[in-house]
Structures are given as C-alpha cells and as structure tokens.
C-alpha cells in the first residue's frame, strides 16, 4: 500500500461522506416540509392559500383562523377534554404500574409469577379488537360521554410495568438490605429509595404516556357522541360544521392539537427517545 | 434476614390490588365478553340468542370480510418492509452526524411520529389536495394527470402506507439508531485500515450486525399495521368506505353501523388470534436477538 493510494483513497471517502451527510440534510428538511407547509398556510388568508402558485412565506400574515378557531368553535372544551384524560391516563396509569412493578421485582408473594406472565400476556393482545366490549362495558356503566369512560379503556400498557420492573431490579440490593435494617416500611423503602432512584425513568415513561393518550383517536372517537365532550384529536375531523371547506381554519386547529405534543417532544427530546426506546424492549 | 413473609404478601397485595382491579375490567373481563359475545346473534347493545359458529361460517362468503382482510395484507405489504427499510436508510445517514446537527436533523424525522393521526391527516389532506395540493406542483411537473388521490381505489392504500411511513418512520429511526449505536467503533476502525469499501462494510459489518433489531422493527411494524384503523378512517370519511376497509374497520363497521355486536365480535376474534400468532413469534425472535447480542 503506497501513500499516495491511501491520500486518493481517503479523498475519495470524504467526498463520498460529505454527499451523504448532504443527501440526509436536505431529505430531513423535505421529510418536515408538510409540517412547515401546514403551519405557513394556517397564518395566510383563505383567498392566499388556494392561489395556484407556491408561496414559502404568506404575503399577509393572519392569525385570524387561529383566533376563529378559538373563539368559534368548541376548541377550548376539546382541549380541556384532552388535557384531563391525557394526565388521567398519565397520572393512572403510571402510578398502578410502579406499584405493580415494584411488588413483582421487589417481593415474593403467592401469584407472582402468573401475574408476571399474564402481564408478558397481555403485551400481545391487540386492544383494537376489544372497542365492542369497551363500548358496551362503558355503556352499562353509564360512562359514555364521560371523561372517566374515555380514560378507563386507555389503562393497558403493560409494556411500563415491564421497564419498571426491569429498572427496580437494577437497584443494588445493599440499599434495600440496609433499609430493611432501619425497619423502614415498604412504603418507606418503594418511595425513598426505589421512586427517587428512578425519577428519570418516571419522567420519560410518564412525558410518552402522555404523548400516547392525548393522540389516541379511536377509543375517544368511539366513546363520546356528544361535541362538546370530545377530545381535541376527535372534534378536529369529526364536527364537521366547526370549519367548514376552509383549508387554512381545519389547520390551524390542527395546528394547535399538535402543538402540546410537539412541545413536550421538543422540551423533553431526550427523555422521549429514551422512554420509547425502551417500550420496544431496548435499553436506551 | 428475617422476612415477615405473610406481612410481604399482604403489602404485595395491597401494591399489585389497583392494577389488578383496572386490568380485570378492562381487559380480562372484555376478553372473554368478546369470545361470547361472538357465538350470540346480539346487536351492539343488549342481549341476542347463541347461534354457535354461525357469525364464523359466515365469514367464509363474507365479501367486505374478504375486502378488509385482502386490504390489511396488502397494506402490510406497502408499509412494513419499505418502511423498515426507509428507515435503516435515514438512521444510516443520520448515524454519520455528530452534535446539534444530529440532533437537528433527527428532531426533524421524529417529529411526524410524535404527532396525533388527525393532524399527519390534516397535513396531509391538505399536502395533497386534489385542487390546491402543493403536492399537485410535482404530479403537473413530473407530467401525471392530477387525481383525488383519496377518493380513487387504486391510490387510496398506497398514498395510506405512504402517509404512514411519514409518520411512524421516527419509531422505527430510533431503534435502528440505537443498534447501530451498539456496533463497537473498533470494528470499523479495522474495517478502515484494510481499506474496506463502505459498501462492503455495510454488507460484511453493519447490516449482520444490526440484523437483530431489524427483525425487532420488521415484527414490531408487522403487528402495528395489521392493527390500522385511524387513517384509513379518516382518509375515507367523503370517499369510498367499502374498497377501503380493513379488519379493524370492518369490526367498526358491523357493530356501529350495522349494529351487529356478535357478527362483528367474531371478526375482533379472528384478528386477536392473527395478531396473537405474530406476536409469538415476535417474542421469540426478540429472545433470540438478545441472545445474540
């Protein structure tokens, strides 16, 4: 191998490098460009936005489909709506799994181990299947058109009981053991060592929970009939007579349903990544 | 140590009693009302008579059974392995990044992914509208006949499965990301020194490598989509419904539209088990990846 062979060589692989990394940026900005469209036709007035030429930035800047959308249309109840049951979903299930994760890593008791596999079960059964089921529990129950009968169905993710366990089974066995000599309670023992330990795994876990329940369409399309009872992914394709044939009103209110989950996404990116990493079984 | 065994359990108990109380509501108890529910002549809500295997038998000269279960093949044929496959290629290139621009340029392939269904709908409605599209610029350009994409048959499930690689892609980034993440540097630093061409290392190193995660994406994609409902939905609301209907839509169409709870809980059963069988093997593949790593 002479050097001047390897000089070419490695000349060569830096070009060929530097138009990848060039293809993989402009293949980024055209992968969101829909994002960016959708926001820039929302701020231009109706008669700009079906003008048949592409106009990357509107002549006149308007907010005015924004300001239509929330005062107009039943919006502020849909959100409301959608924050209560997302944090519901959140709060409920979260904490019933790290109690649960933590009894089946931490304590032996008569039952574990077919809990443990009834939950690696129920990891497989597709949800989908049991919208019937749902319906007319909830419709026994009185629960349509509730907040709780949009909540309750969305419970099952077994998949945060199984990374919880995985983390509390992780935790040295020393901190236990020396708590134990304190005769500390389990309580004690699950919230001053084993929840602390794991706040970063809580917050991840807690932030895609979130993420998960405010975009869920199909049990809250199905659950709630009443418009004012829907929650913002379902009132901004299914009332119809809210928007009308305007294309920059349906997007700004698109807009502003996105506009939660983009945030906590871009404010927590790496505890997001992190926590979806390791629903698929991956440690992150 | 001495452990207060009875006293442990009691405390497991009290811990595990929540979860146990929710999940038996709202998943066993719905499971097994499905299995019932699918051997009665019932409407969605009351009672109706057993009728055996009758609502199976009749999914046999089914013909929207037919249609939905032919759809939800084909859109896993659309999307499950060109969207594996789309994403290996981004999580490649954006693997070569380094610092912010990293971070920039993957925030901007997640994005989609962390967006609800109505909005990738919204986007996309509107990115693709028959009359105002600016996705219609590049049909006049590229010299196809503009169509409503949505409103025609043959369109519908491939602009569906490409939507729906837009949007699900991020997920998918981020495993391919992760794995690649978890090849030792050593390996190409060797590669490098022989000189290696990048396709060679690709084929000789990367793609043996990352195989493991690969079959966790392929599998992980497979079940997701034989689940799809929400954009097949909401692209067909003011189209053609009937051409479009997959397994999860045609469950949805028997019992809420035609108000048939037992003929459209036989369908959720089928499903259950077509997804159950893929699982299992999911998880086995899943085992086999981890003992390969």
């Known amino acids: 191998m002479s050097g001047p062979m390897t000089a070419q060589t490695a000349r060569r692989f830096n070009l060929a490098g530097g138009a990848i990394t060039l293809v993989t940026v402009i293949c980024a900005v055209i992968w969101a460009f829909p994002i960016y469209w959708g926001i820039i036709s929302s701020l231009k007035p109706e008669d700009e936005v079906v003008r048949p030429v592409i106009e990357l930035w509107p002549e006149t800047l308007t907010f005015d489909h924004y300001w239509f959308a929330l005062t107009e249309t039943q919006i502020g109840s849909w959100y409301l709506n959608s924050i209560v049951t997302a944090l519901g979903v959140t709060f409920i299930t979260v904490t019933t799994s790290m109690f649960a994760g933590y009894a089946i890593s931490q304590l032996r008791f008569p039952g574990r181990t077919a809990l443990w596999w009834l939950i690696l079960a129920s990891f497989m059964v597709p949800t989908q299947v049991l919208i ?16 709780a009968g949009i909540i309750l169905p969305q419970l099952i993710h077994p998949v945060i009981i199984i990374v919880y366990k995985q983390f509390f089974d992780q935790v040295p066995r020393d901190f236990r053991e020396a708590a134990v000599m304190d005769n500390a309670s389990e309580w004690r ?23 998960w329940a405010w975009n869920a369409f199909l049990w809250p399309f199905l659950a709630v009939t009443k418009t004012e009872m829907m929650t913002i992914t379902v009132g901004i394709t299914q009332v119809w007579d809210a928007f009308g044939v305007y294309y920059a009103r349906q997007l700004s209110a698109a807009v502003l349903a996105g506009f939660p989950v983009a945030l906590a996404y871009l404010l927590f990116q790496r505890r997001v990544t992190q926590a979806i990493t390791l629903s698929a079984g991956i440690k992150g | 140590m001495i452990r207060n ?17 929710i999940y038996g509501l709202i998943f066993i108890y719905p499971t097994i009302d499905m299995f019932i ?57 954006v693997s070569r990044l380094s610092g912010r621009l990293q971070a920039l340029v993957l925030a901007l392939f997640f994005l989609p992914y962390i967006l609800p269904v109505s909005v990738v709908f919204r986007l996309w409605d509107w990115t693709l509208n028959f009359q105002f599209g600016i996705a219609m610029h590049l049909f006049d350009w590229v010299g196809i006949d503009r169509v409503p994409i949505f409103k025609v048959t043959a369109w519908f499930m491939p602009a569906v499965a490409f939507v729906t690689i837009w949007w699900t892609c991020g997920f998918s980034i981020l495993l391919f990301l992760a794995g690649l993440r978890a090849i030792p540097q050593e390996i190409y630093e060797a590669a490098a020194l022989d000189n290696t061409s990048r396709w060679r290392t690709f084929r000789r190193i990367t793609w043996p490598l990352l195989w493991p995660v690969t079959a966790l994406v392929l599998t992980i994609q497979l079940i997701l989509q034989l689940k799809i409902f929400d954009q097949v939905y909401l692209f067909s609301q003011g189209g053609r419904p009937n051409d479009n209907l ?15 709870g037992g003929r459209a809980a036989a369908i959720a059963v089928v499903l259950f088990f077509v997804v159950i069988i893929v699982s299992v093997l999911n998880f086995q593949l899943m085992r086999f990846a981890e003992r390969r790593q």
């Open chain 2, 37 to 93: 529910l699918s051997f009665q002549d019932a409407p969605l809500i009351g009672s109706g008579d057993w009728v055996g295997s009758d609502n199976y038998t009749r999914l046999g000269r089914d013909r929207r059974f037919g249609t939905a279960a032919w759809n939800t093949a084909y859109f896993v044929a659309l999307s499950v392995l060109p969207g594996t496959l789309v994403a290996l290629g981004i999580a490649l290139g």
């Open chain 2, 5 to 21: 065994s009875r006293k442990e359990s009691l405390i497991a108990y009290a811990l595990i009693a929540p979860f146990v109380a």
């Open chain 1, 189 to 211: 023992i699950l919230f001053k060592v084993y929840v602390p330990m794991n706040w970063g795994v809580t917050t991840a876990l807690s932030i895609v929970t979130f993420i």
């Open chain 2, 246 to 260: 997959v397994m999860v839509y045609y469950i949805f169409q028997r019992a809420f539209v035609n108000d048939h």
């Open chain 1, 132 to 147: 019937i089921n749902h319906f007319v529990l909830m419709a026994n129950m009185g629960l349509l058109n509730s907040w």
